[in-house]
C-alpha cells in the first residue's frame, strides 16, 4: 500500500475496452484470454469466424467479457466495419493489441528457395501482413482511441527487428519496420494528443506457434537442430510459453505504465542480451 492507493490497482483494466488482432492465435489469444482476467472487455478480431468465436467464448466461460469481431487486418472497410460494431456495443476502444503478423513459406530463405529468386510476391505478403496489417487497425481503432480519455497500443516486434536471423528475410524486414512504427507513432501521439495516449511494443524471444512449429520441433516434439540453436542461444535454456507475454501486456496496456511510451519490451529468456559466448 502507499498510502490509500494498493499498488497493485493501476494495472486493473476494469472498464477498458481492448482489441487483440490475431487474437485467434496462439499467442494472441493467451493475451487476450489475459487482458481479460485483468478486467478487460475484449473483441477477438480475426479472419475466421469459427475460431475468434472459440476464444471469445473460452474467455466468457472464464468469468471474463468478450466478443467476436470478424475483419481483415489488410481491409480498410472490414476493420471499419469491426470498429462500428465494437462502438455500437462499448461506445470507446482503450487497448489495441497488433498481433496479427508471421511468416509464409515462400518467403523463406530455405532449400530451393535463395536470397536471388525468393518471390517478390511472398516478400511484399509477409512486409503488408506484419506491417500494414499493423498500421490499419492503429489507424481504424486508433482514431476513435484518441477521442476518449486514454489509449494504449501495443505492437508485437520480434527478435529477428534487432539482429539477423537465419531465413525469414521478409519478416524480419517487416518486424524492424514495426519498432521504428512504434516510436515514430509514440511520439505523434503524445505530442499531438497527449500523455495519456501511448504506443509501446512487445518483442517476444522464441515461443512454439502454428507458423514455426515445425522449423523447431520434430514430430516426436525433439529438437530440430534450429529449435537446439535457439535453445543454446537462449540464457534460459527453452521456448517461451504463451502466457508469459500476459504480464508485460497488461503492464503496457495499464496505467502502470503510464509514463512508458516509445518502447520495445523484450521477452525472451535473455536471447537479446547473450553474446554466445
Not at 514495426?178 to 501511448?198: H, P, S, V
Not at 534450429?226 to 497488461?250: D, H, S, Y
Amino acid at each position: 500500500m502507499i498510502g490509500t492507493m494498493n499498488v497493485f490497482d493501476q494495472f486493473s483494466l476494469n472498464g477498458k475496452i481492448a482489441v487483440v488482432t490475431g487474437g485467434s492465435g496462439v499467442l494472441g489469444g493467451a493475451i487476450a484470454l489475459g487482458l481479460a482476467q485483468a478486467g478487460a472487455g475484449v473483441a477477438i478480431l480475426g479472419r475466421q469466424e469459427k475460431k475468434v468465436t472459440h476464444v471469445a467464448e473460452q474467455i466468457r466461460s472464464q468469468g471474463g467479457e468478450a466478443i467476436p469481431l470478424l475483419a481483415d487486418v489488410l481491409d480498410p472497410a472490414s476493420l471499419e466495419a469491426a470498429r462500428d460494431k465494437l462502438m455500437a456495443s462499448y461506445g470507446h476502444v482503450d487497448i489495441l493489441v497488433n498481433c496479427a503478423g508471421g511468416n509464409i513459406p515462400d518467403a523463406t530463405i530455405l532449400g530451393d528457395i535463395t536470397f536471388f529468386n525468393m518471390p517478390r510476391t511472398a516478400f511484399d505478403q509477409v512486409v503488408g501482413l506484419n506491417l500494414t496489417g499493423s498500421l490499419l487497425p492503429s489507424q481504424v481503432f486508433g482514431e476513435w482511441m484518441v477521442k476518449g480519455e486514454s489509449g494504449s497500443i501495443i505492437n508485437i516486434s520480434s527478435m529477428a527487428s534487432r539482429q539477423a536471423i537465419t531465413r525469414v528475410l521478409g519478416y524480419s524486414v517487416a518486424k524492424a519496420a514495426i519498432d521504428n512504427f512504434t516510436i515514430w507513432l509514440a511520439t505523434e501521439f503524445a505530442m499531438k494528443y497527449g500523455e495519456r495516449f501511448r504506443v509501446n511494443a512487445i518483442a517476444p524471444g522464441f515461443f512454439i506457434g502454428e507458423q514455426n512449429r515445425s522449423l523447431l520441433l520434430n514430430e516426436d516434439e525433439s529438437l530440430t537442430a534450429r529449435g537446439q540453436l535457439i535453445v543454446n542461444r537462449t540464457p534460459m535454456k527453452r521456448f517461451g510459453a504463451p502466457n508469459e507475454l500476459v504480464g508485460t501486456a497488461i503492464w503496457l496496456a495499464s496505467d502502470a505504465s503510464r509514463f512508458v511510451t516509445g518502447v520495445v519490451i523484450p521477452v525472451d529468456g535473455g536471447f537479446s542480451a547473450f553474446s554466445g559466448v
